[in-house]
């Protein structure tokens, strides 16, 4: 028996043109894939800055409200034009390590002013049917409390709030 030898035929290398294309395209989407999940991680990060922010400014707004009523050197719904430090004379500022990360010694401060917009005008006063007034006998203060919270390079945020305080009387 004859050992019979089979020609070699030239491969035309459609095998290897298959391969890289299926490489070109798992690449494109694994590129694809990672572009996506770091815009994801971008978005993420500034939406938890945004919030940090906010959050702060609004803690401003609250602590300025919660010295209302208090100790007049203390009490930021005076009557002046601004108040420009309305947590002056407080032992302890109500923010502290609130808002802010006790890790980050860079960390933003929350400024909070206090503007008087109007003294001595009508109250707001809903209707009633049960007769008399108080016309003359109340009086309302109208403020507004604003309080700005920057993260430099990331976010910034302001929050204002306005308030009205009854006066008994004209002083």
Not at 2 to 26: I, M, S
Not at 66 to 83: K, N, T
Not at 94 to 119: E, Q, T
């Amino acid at each position: 028996m004859k050992d019979t030898v089979k020609p070699t035929t030239p491969q035309r290398g459609v095998a290897l043109v298959t391969a890289l294309l299926f490489l070109l395209v798992v690449t494109v989407i694994a590129v694809t894939a990672a572009n996506n999940s770091s815009l994801g991680l971008k978005m993420s990060a500034s939406m938890q800055d945004a919030y940090r922010s906010f959050h702060a400014a609004e803690a401003g707004v609250y602590a300025a409200l919660g010295l209302a009523g208090g100790p007049p050197d203390q009490d930021p719904f005076r009557r002046e034009d601004v108040v420009l430090e309305p947590f002056e004379g407080v032992g302890q500022h109500p923010l502290r390590n609130l808002a802010d990360d006790p890790n980050d010694p860079d960390a933003a401060p929350i400024d909070v002013d206090v503007f008087l917009i109007s003294i001595q005008r009508p109250c707001p006063r809903p209707p009633t049917n049960r007769g008399g007034s108080s016309v003359g006998v109340f009086d309302c203060d109208y403020y507004r409390v604003q309080s700005e919270h920057d993260l430099p390079g990331r976010a910034r945020t302001r929050v204002e709030l306005g308030v009205v305080k009854t006066v008994i009387g004209s002083t």
